[in-house]
């Protein structure tokens, strides 16, 4: 079954970036991220799964109250984008920022983070 672009993201922000069970998680990974994956955000650059699991992991520990939320999901071809908001549940969110997707055969195979300026 292929996915959307739209499904890949939103699965990505919530069982990927949101889940904090680290056997969850890992499935999710394993489903919908290529095996060498490449993530950049504003701390570096990670690859594979095993580094995207210990970014994800870490940024959990430094925020263990925070949510993300959906803001604007949109899908073009191989490509995506989802704006997202993450903060306390219930409070508007105290981070907002830009995932950029490139998938290749289903999953995902690039991702960029795009944390937006503080206001």
Avoid: C
């Avoid at 994956?37 to 520990?61: E, K, M, N, W």
């Avoid at 803001?71 to 071809?77: A, D, R, S, W």
Wanted: glycine share 8%.
């Amino acid at each position: 079954m292929t996915q959307t672009i739209e499904t890949l993201l939103r699965r990505n922000l919530h069982e990927v970036f949101g889940e904090r069970d680290a056997a969850r998680r890992r499935h999710a990974i394993e489903a919908i991220i290529t095996e060498d994956i490449v993530f950049y955000d504003p701390h570096g650059r990670s690859a594979g799964r095993d580094a995207l699991d210990a970014a994800v992991a870490t940024l959990q520990a430094q925020f263990p109250d925070f949510v993300f939320t959906e803001i604007m999901v949109q899908g073009l071809e191989e490509t995506g984008r989802l704006h997202w908001g993450f903060g306390p549940p219930g409070a508007p969110p105290k981070v907002t920022g830009l995932d950029v997707v490139l998938v290749r055969e289903g999953k995902i195979a690039a991702l960029y983070t795009f944390l937006d300026p503080n206001p």
